[in-house]
């Protein structure tokens, strides 16, 4: 999509207007609002990794739910009131031992950059949807929650399939937040069974 053309439908987002009314980091916090108002995810004093969490309007949301927050990115994250920021790769030895023990929620809304081609796209998420599970499979107390971006293409059947043996209940929601001519969908996992 073109620069002009990325800048009107940014300027025209309800979501984006609201963000910037509301003092969170991006719109993608709405996506995350109506996930958690559908399933209640994050309840307070819940400890919760975000991982990718890079600008951190996920982490700002947790955190002023009452969550106690771990944030992780390659790139710098602005300071959030009340969340621990680690900058680095979460499955990095040096970060992995200043994690601090297992959580009770892992989110992840990481994306890699968009190629343009559907189906590259599609894989490049699903390896960092598998790179996440792996980090909540290793870290997440029993009776915890994954929720995961994923985007359509194929391989989001078998992935939930393969969550269900870890996990009690598996259940695809896509918020209104999310564009309607996006692929992007999301997954939660609940009952972690360890």
Not at 4 to 10: A, K, M, S, V, Y
Not at 119 to 144: C, Y
Not at 169 to 192: H, N, Q
């Amino acid at each position: 999509m073109g620069s002009r053309l990325w800048l009107e439908r940014q300027l025209n987002d309800p979501f984006v207007r609201q963000a910037k009314l509301d003092g969170y980091r991006s719109r993608a916090v709405y996506k995350l609002i109506e996930i958690n108002e559908k399933t209640d995810l994050l309840k307070k004093g819940a400890k919760v990794m975000d991982l990718g969490a890079a600008p951190g309007g996920w982490s700002q949301y947790a955190a002023k739910l009452g969550c106690l927050v771990t944030a992780i990115d390659l790139q710098e994250i602005e300071p959030i009131t009340g969340v621990r920021i680690i900058k680095g790769d979460f499955f990095d030895d040096t970060i992995l031992s200043e994690i601090n023990g297992k959580y009770d929620v892992v989110l992840s809304d990481m994306a890699a950059a968009a190629s343009g081609h559907p189906n590259t796209d599609h894989l490049r998420i699903m390896e960092l949807v598998e790179t996440a599970l792996d980090f909540a499979l290793k870290n997440t107390k029993k009776g915890g929650s994954f929720l995961t971006k994923i985007l359509q293409g194929g391989e989001e059947q078998g992935f939930a399939k393969e969550l269900r043996k870890y996990y009690a209940k598996v259940k695809f929601i896509k918020p209104e937040a999310s564009r309607k001519d996006s692929s992007e969908t999301f997954i939660v996992a609940t009952g972690f069974k360890e």
